[in-house]
């Protein structure tokens, strides 16, 4: 048995030891945010970018955020960078380029058109090409059947490359078009389900007045990639992209701990934080925001 002597002697070299240590020395290490697998939207960030584009990534990366879809593909660029380029600009801030946004006009594409499309996003060497928006005008069943027939299309070039297609949806998907509801009655029995991804935005179905876990028990598997963002306060059901009230993730009544736990049956892969409307002039804090709430209370 030790005598009290050498307890105090231990007690006095512990005591020494968590003086040295500083106050960490009685607190668990902090937490590696990279290792939740946050993604982010970089269209949340689009006015910070054009005026800093490694500086902006920076922050991202400081921040924790582990992958980044892109939302400007120009010319064979993206965001004025060729793909390799760009390609090594995040890989040096210790990020990845998991998807991008890439619009295929309702006029079509020829398949050379969709060949390049395809090769410099394999060069970026994303996982996903995202169809992220319909115009205005072409909004009716006519056009859609005509849109889906283009992107399978476009979807089995990119397969090609080894890149999975998809479509993003807002909230005007699920309106009643003379008794078509288009999301379930046109676009999900339509698309090459081998083929095309949904990339499921939960703050625009939510706004439509859908509830995103039984759309993943009526299509398990097919939602691969989800958009987060939260809404200030429940509202009525709204066809309309009014944005007025995205807010950061966490800080609305979306109950993601909810949905998150049916991330299975979805199919989900892989999900980015976006805000359409930069977090109302301070994205930097929006993103922030988002990203700490995710990591200490909605995905542990």
């Given at each position: ?164 297609f998809g479509y993003h949806n807002h909230n005007f998907e699920f309106a009643n ?124």
């Open positions: 048995m030790k005598t009290r002597r050498d307890f105090l002697k231990v007690s006095a070299a512990g005591a020494l030891g968590a003086m040295a240590l500083g106050p960490m020395a009685c607190t668990t290490a902090a937490v590696d945010k990279k290792s939740f697998g946050v993604g982010l939207q970089l269209y949340t960030i689009r006015d910070a970018i054009a005026d800093d584009l490694l500086g902006s990534l920076q922050k991202v990366s400081d921040m924790g955020y582990k992958f980044v879809e892109l939302a400007d593909y120009k010319d064979g660029k993206f965001y004025g960078k060729a793909p390799k380029e760009f390609k090594k600009m995040v890989t040096d801030l210790g990020m990845e380029i998991l998807s991008s946004h890439t619009q295929v006009e309702a006029a079509g594409i020829t398949m050379d058109n969709a060949q390049k499309m395809a090769d410099d996003h394999a060069e970026l060497g994303v996982k996903y090409c995202v169809q992220p928006w319909v115009n205005d005008e072409d909004r009716n069943i006519e056009t859609y059947k005509k849109m889906i027939a283009d992107w399978n299309q476009v979807a089995d070039v990119m397969n090609g490359v080894g890149i999975q078009l003379d008794g078509i509801i288009p999301y379930y009655d046109i676009f999900l029995p339509e698309m090459d389900k081998n083929l095309i991804t949904m990339e499921l935005d939960l703050y625009w179905a939510t706004k439509a007045g859908q509830d995103p876990v039984e759309m993943f028990e009526k299509y398990p598997g097919r939602f691969q990639l989800w958009h987060v963002k939260d809404m200030a306060e429940k509202s009525e059901i709204y066809y309309e992209v009014e944005k007025a009230d995205i807010t950061s993730v966490g800080a609305g009544v979306i109950d993601f701990k909810r949905i998150f736990a049916a991330k299975e049956k979805a199919g989900m892969k892989n999900f980015f934080v976006e805000d359409d409307n930069q977090g109302s002039g301070k994205p930097f804090e929006g993103i922030k925001t988002s990203i700490d709430n995710l990591t200490t209370r909605i995905l542990v």
